[in-house]
């Protein structure tokens, strides 16, 4: 199976600050990395696709980069409304994987 | 309008079976990737299973043997039967189906879950 290592596992930050986490695979997984949004209680949004794509309507300071075993998501200015889980999801290989998440909040 | 409710979930005691329902509207559950993906309570997402627009499917380990996912072409329905249900099934269980502007297996549309407890 391949591992999705994300980190940090938890960060805050202030509003209008500029966010980046990793995700790294234990294999190439060439751009077949997700990464989506979770808030509390709350299902999982698709934010960016194939490494990265903004998913339509997604707004733009969100942004995903990488290939093979490593990616990197930014957020360009933080807003409130950002704060939630976030997770990559690799599907390079059955079964398909999800790191285990990072945790963002305000400062 | 792309919609999935599911339908199923509850308390059930530890080696008994249920039957989660994921109804699909908006597009055809037969043409897409439709997916299982489950979160323990505090945890982070699991992905159980899947099925493609081909009929293919797959399962995750900690499930196989154990729970089968399937469709009704007729009703426009995702299921997941779960069988020999464990402690650490507990969950809420979301489907969801494939974003098509993608190569494969990702979602961009979610139901709102449906929480399995399994207890005695």
Not at chain 1, 44 to 64: C, W
Not at chain 1, 77 to 103: H, K, M, W
Not at chain 2, 79 to 88: D, G, P, T, V
């Amino acid at each position: 199976d391949i591992q999705m290592t994300q980190s940090p596992s938890s960060l805050s930050a202030s509003v209008g600050d500029r966010v980046t986490f990793t995700c790294q695979a234990s294999q190439d997984i060439n751009n077949y990395l997700n990464w989506y949004q979770q808030k509390p209680g709350k299902a999982p949004k698709l934010l960016i696709y194939d490494a990265s794509n903004l998913e339509t309507g997604v707004p733009s300071r969100f942004s995903g980069s990488g290939s093979g075993t490593d990616f990197t998501f930014t957020i360009s200015s933080l807003q409130p409304e950002d704060i939630a889980t976030y997770y990559c999801q690799q599907y390079e290989n059955v079964p398909i994987t999800f790191g285990q998440g990072t945790r963002l909040d305000i400062k | 309008e792309v919609q999935l409710v599911e339908s199923g979930g509850g308390l059930i005691q530890p080696g008994g079976s249920l039957r989660l329902s994921c109804a699909a509207s908006g597009f055809t559950v037969s043409s897409s990737y439709m997916t299982w993906v489950r979160q323990a309570p505090g945890k982070g997402l699991e992905w159980v299973s899947v099925i493609y627009a081909g009929g293919t499917t797959f399962h995750a380990e900690s499930v196989q043997g154990r729970f089968i996912i399937s469709r009704d072409n007729s009703k426009n329905t995702l299921y997941l039967q779960m069988n020999s249900l464990r402690a650490e099934d507990t969950a809420v269980y979301y489907c969801a189906k494939d974003q098509t502007s993608c190569g494969g297996d990702c979602y961009g549309f979610w139901g709102q879950g449906t929480l399995v407890t399994v207890s005695s």
